[in-house]
């Protein structure tokens, strides 16, 4: 058996994602750590991904994004000037 520490706060968080599934804490490690669940995930499409760990991100922090993210990425990543379009 292996013993995992958490902080408090963090084993609420885990707690409150088992419990959105109907699921307790443990049952929902037990799935997350299912062989096939495991080869499942690493191959998966980048946009899936993306996607599950965009869904938690607030309302009001999606509308503050940029809408030029994707044609204008080089000034948000690397801070230059904006291409013309």
Do not use: C, F
């Not at 929902?28 to 991100?57: C, F, G, T, Y």
Request: net charge negative; no cysteine; hydrophobic share 40%.
């Amino acid at each position: 058996m292996t013993v995992i520490e958490l902080t408090d706060e963090q084993a609420e968080a885990l707690n409150v994602k088992a419990g959105s599934e109907g699921l307790t804490l443990q049952a929902w490690l037990h799935k997350l750590a299912e062989p096939a669940r495991l080869a499942s995930r690493s191959h998966r499409h980048i946009a899936d991904v993306m996607v599950e760990n965009m869904q938690d991100v607030p309302p009001e922090i999606m509308a503050s994004m940029p809408q030029d993210g994707a044609s204008q990425h080089d000034h948000y990543i690397y801070g230059w000037p904006k291409k013309e379009a």
